[in-house]
């Protein structure tokens, strides 16, 4: 079994930052694809970053040159570091991790619990 735990949410003014961390924990075998949703109320989710197993990233045009996704291999480890804050950046912010099963080898997607970011003076 897999688990991911997400933290770092919390309030801040705009133009604030925040890191949010995302930690994945269990019967790993290999981790792929790491991303970062949000929904806001009254919203679908939506992408916001990915980053693959090698680096390679994207990010959804909204938060472009404001967002950085990076990973730690070694600690599987998932971040978002979120720079110069707006209110529309508020919302539930869930990590989605692809991890082959360490007890069959399977490939699946994860989801975090959700953390709240709220921007707001």
């Known amino acids: 079994q897999v688990q991911l735990v997400e933290s770092g949410g919390g309030l801040v003014q705009p133009g604030g930052s925040l890191r949010l961390s995302c930690a994945a924990s269990g019967s790993i075998r290999s981790i792929y694809d790491m991303r970062w949703y949000r929904q806001a109320p009254g919203k679908q989710r939506e992408l916001v970053a990915d980053i693959t197993s090698g680096g390679s990233t994207n990010y959804a045009d909204s938060v472009k040159g404001r967002f950085t996704i990076s990973r730690d291999n070694a600690k599987n480890t998932v971040y978002l570091q979120m720079n110069s804050l707006k209110p529309e950046d508020t919302a539930v912010y869930y990590c989605?991790?692809?991890?082959?099963?360490?007890?069959?080898?399977?490939?699946?997607?994860?989801w975090g619990q959700g953390t709240q970011v709220t921007v707001s003076s």
């Open positions: 989605n991790v692809v991890i082959k099963d360490g007890d069959y080898g399977q490939l699946d997607d994860y």
